[in-house]
């Protein structure tokens, strides 16, 4: 279990890395439709984070 919680600490900081660096790419490329795009990534990091833990919660965590 203890692999498993390192795997996903590892996982969750490289998508947050991920998802800043892509922000703030977007951020430096004029962007007049809408402003808030670059915020975009990070909330889809989130999104992808939640599915994650969700599934692994359903199909791969032991019972109990």
Known sequence: ?????????TCLVFLCTVA????EEAAKVEV???PYAPI???WYTL???I???G??????????
């Open 20 to 23: 800043v660096v892509l922000a």
């Open 51 to 53: 599915l994650a833990w």
């Open 40 to 42: 975009y990534y990070i």
């Open 55 to 64: 599934v692994y919660d359903s199909f791969f965590r032991p019972v109990d």
């Open 1 to 9: 279990m203890k692999g498993m919680w390192t795997f996903l600490q």
């Open 47 to 49: 999104i992808a984070i």
């Open 32 to 34: 007049k439709e809408d």
